[in-house]
């Protein structure tokens, strides 16, 4: 089993829609980082959340850092192409770092 | 700031060969680099941790022997998959953080395709 979890898996949208793609554990985190990864590339850092209940906006997209610290959303308003990606949340438990399962999110013109 | 590169970007071999794939941190010093596995559509895997000057730590069901990794300094660090197989095939990305961040910054990637 995955330390994180994140759902959906696949998601197919039309532009303009909005979305949510949530990260869940039942453990907690010193922080949580957020990246999103183009085919054939590797990761980019997209955002970094440390304290519970933090919300951080970077222009269209919307992260929270659940209260506990061991959950976080990614809301994204009104998608674009340019989102397509698939995009990977990364908790840090102070002695490791674990991956989510990943979210694959294909935006339709 | 925080740029890794990976050398090669693509590498094609045949079965029994050796290949080496290089991870660099271009502008800053990088005392941990990490080593991921990536299949298609679906998450890193965690191969290992590389720690400069020291040996590297592999996950679990990743074969020391095969998979060679060596960071002789705070710039590099090489992963070296020895007698490759075609199930050695995938996408391998290394990333490089900071010694006072827990952000890890992610090399390019490369794709290696064993005949």
């Known amino acids: 089993t995955q330390l994180l979890e994140q759902s959906p898996q696949f998601l197919s949208i039309q532009e303009g829609e909005n979305l949510t793609v949530y990260c869940n554990s039942s453990?907690?985190?010193?922080?949580l980082q957020w990246y999103r990864q183009e085919p054939g590339e590797g990761p980019v850092l997209l955002v970094t959340?440390?304290?519970?209940?933090e919300v951080k906006k970077l222009k269209r997209l919307t992260f929270q850092f659940g209260d506990a610290r061991k959950d976080s959303s990614l809301h994204i308003t009104a998608a674009q192409p340019g989102d397509t990606g698939l995009y990977l949340c990364?908790?840090?438990?102070?002695?490791?770092?674990?991956f989510g399962t990943g979210t694959s999110l294909t935006v339709i013109p | 700031g925080a740029v890794v590169s990976q050398h090669p970007s693509r590498v094609i071999c045949k079965s029994g060969t050796s290949v080496k794939i290089e991870c660099r941190s271009l502008?800053?010093?990088?005392?941990?680099m990490f080593w991921y596995r990536q299949f298609p559509k679906q998450s890193l895997m965690l191969m290992a941790t590389?720690?400069?000057?020291?040996?590297?730590?592999?996950e679990q069901g990743v074969e020391k022997d095969k998979f060679l990794i060596n960071h002789a300094s705070l710039t590099l660090s090489t992963l070296t998959v020895t007698s490759a197989h075609p199930e050695d095939s995938s996408f391998y990305i290394c990333?490089?953080?900071?010694?006072?961040?827990?952000?890890?910054?992610f090399g390019p990637g490369t794709r290696l395709t064993v005949t």
């Open positions: 502008d800053f010093q990088a005392t941990t």
């Open positions: 959340v440390v304290t519970g209940g």
């Open positions: 990333s490089a953080t900071l010694a006072t961040s827990y952000e890890q910054y």
């Open positions: 990364a908790g840090d438990t102070g002695n490791q770092f674990y």
């Open positions: 453990s907690v985190f010193s922080s």
């Open positions: 590389s720690n400069e000057g020291s040996k590297a730590t592999y």
